[in-house]
């Protein structure tokens, strides 16, 4: 059974800062792995999707990187900004039709003024 | 921009009441979704459904069905609600195009409470 972990639970940065996230998973036979940030009572918003081909995907200052063999997937946020605060989440795919994500219980970021 | 429409953004229900909620979704979707997120148990998905009429079962469907009658909408059904299933439910949508599954786009979710 496919078990997705993000460590830390929380993290607390000031402005500007670079900050990574991590995900682990630990079955490497995924289709992709997808980023989302979540704000407190809202939905999941997309960040990034990897498909297990790629190596990494980057958008504006948010690039994630993936590594099959060692389970292992980061979020790096370049820059960081007080509106990045949010919790973010991980989840892989297995099968190439719908097919199943299991998530990650999120890592909540604060980013200090 | 893929827009996921879920009908109420609060919802308080009795127990034992037949519970309808409803999630569109405007991009022509193959695949749909419906999780229930709780503290300290992360996302767990209910069912899903990769076309009209089919679905199969996430990892907690006991005390749920599902209806996807158009492509568009995907209903998910507490026959006889329980205080256990209160939550905040998420719904999502999906491409699939060829073999790669495009991204998973959600709803704002629906808090749910049985009292």
């Known amino acids: 059974k496919q078990e997705v972990t993000q460590i830390p639970a929380a993290l607390s940065v000031p402005e500007g800062e670079n900050l990574v996230l991590n995900c682990s998973f630990t079955?490497?036979?995924?289709?992709?792995l997808q980023w989302f940030r979540q704000d407190p009572g809202k939905g999941l918003t997309s960040l990034l999707l990897?498909?297990?081909?790629?190596r990494e995907q980057t958008s504006g200052r948010l690039n994630a990187s993936l590594d099959k063999s060692s389970g292992r997937s980061t979020l790096y946020i370049a820059a960081s900004q007080p509106g990045d605060s949010a919790t973010y989440l991980c989840?892989?795919?297995?099968?190439?039709?719908?097919?199943?994500?299991?998530f990650g219980d999120g890592t909540t970021l604060t980013v200090k003024p | 921009d893929v827009k996921v429409t879920q009908s109420s953004r609060y919802l308080v229900k009795r127990t034992g009441e037949k519970v309808f909620l409803e999630c569109v979704q405007d991009?022509?979707?193959?695949?749909m979704f419906w999780y229930r997120q709780d503290p300290g148990l992360g996302l767990r998905l209910i069912y899903f459904?990769?076309?009209?009429?089919?679905?199969e079962k996430g990892d907690i469907p006991e005390g749920y069905s599902v209806s996807r009658e158009k492509k568009e909408r995907f209903s998910l059904i507490l026959e006889s609600a329980s205080t256990n299933q209160t939550s905040m439910y998420l719904c999502?949508?999906?491409?699939?195009?060829?073999?790669?599954?495009?991204?998973?786009?959600f709803g704002d979710g629906t808090r749910l409470s049985i009292l």
């Open positions: 991009m022509d979707h193959e695949n």
């Open positions: 079955d490497s036979a995924i289709y992709n």
């Open positions: 999502a949508s999906s491409l699939l195009m060829g073999l790669i599954n495009q991204p998973q786009h």
């Open positions: 990897i498909q297990s081909s790629q």
């Open positions: 989840a892989v795919k297995k099968y190439t039709n719908a097919g199943k994500s299991t």
């Open positions: 459904s990769y076309d009209v009429k089919m679905k």
